[in-house]
Antibody, heavy 119, light 110 residues
Framework: QVQLVQSGAEVKKPGASVKVSCKASGYTFTSYNINWVRQATGQGLEWMGWMNPNSGNTGYAQKFQGTVTMTRNTSISTAYMELSSLRSEDTAVYYC????????????WGQGTLVTVSS | QSALTQPASVSGSPGQSITISCTGTSSDVGGYNYVSWYQQHPGKAPKLMIYDVSNRPSGVSNRFSGSKSGNTASLTISGLQAEDEADYYCSSYTSSNTFVFGTGTKVTVL
């Protein structure tokens, strides 16, 4: 069965960077886009960007241009999301999700990774 | 890209039907049939309920249905049940080759 397993919770200081991983199993990793979505406590979902694991091509929400980088290691079927210049407002649960159909919806999600930014 | 507009809350009694709206622009909701809906219970990852405006994934109850008119998409839950109490989010593809979520709607079963 399709599974996306994310790395564990992180605590970072303001100005630092964080890299969250998303290991895929149960399907051909390079055949489906990986998207990243975050959710601050008590807030709504926020789409951050997508990555094509086959080509490495990416597309980011304008808000995250310049601070987010999405990469992959196809040999271990793992996608990564790195967010730099962290601020307290970046404290959130970060999810990876597999793009299905035309990449327009997300059936399979990771369990979420809590990133806390605090001095 | 601004978030799509949803009502903050919608409520209904068991057995009733409710509808959640999701309003965008011609650059997102109105321009593409790529609207999806997600249900999220507290502390859980979102769950896909409707994709491509009106399609239901395998395993999702047929009490959930989706539609679209112009720049507004809608999710209808018929025969409301206690387990439907959750947050619901719409999402749309945009003309910038990105995606945007709605502001979210809390559904309460009275």
């Amino acid at each position: 069965q399709v599974q996306l397993v994310q790395s564990g919770a992180e605590v970072k200081k303001p100005g630092a960077s964080v890299k969250v991983s998303c290991k895929a199993s149960g399907y051909t990793f390079t055949s489906y886009n990986i998207n990243w979505v975050r959710q601050a406590t008590g807030q709504g979902l926020e789409w951050m960007g997508w990555m094509n694991p086959n080509s490495g091509n990416t597309g980011y929400a304008q808000k995250f241009q310049g601070t987010v980088t999405m990469t992959r290691n196809t040999s271990i079927s793992t996608a990564y999301m790195e967010l730099s210049s962290l601020r307290s407002e970046d404290t959130a649960v970060y999810y990876c999700a597999r793009g299905d159909g035309s990449g327009s919806y997300w059936t399979h999600w990771g369990q979420g990774t809590l990133v806390t930014v605090s001095s | 890209q601004s978030a799509l507009t949803q009502p903050a809350s919608v409520s209904g009694s068991p057995g009733q039907s409710i509808t959640i709206s999701c309003t965008g622009t011609s650059s997102d909701v109105g321009g593409y049939n790529y609207v999806s809906w997600y249900q999220q219970h507290p502390g859980k990852a979102p769950k896909l309920m409707i994709y491509d405006v009106s399609n239901r994934p395998s395993g999702v109850s047929n009490r959930f249905s989706g539609s679209k008119s112009g720049n507004t998409a809608s999710l209808t839950i018929s025969g409301l049940q206690a387990e439907d109490e959750a947050d619901y989010y719409c999402s749309s593809y945009t003309s910038s080759n990105t995606f945007v979520f709605g502001t979210g709607t809390k559904v309460t079963v009275l």
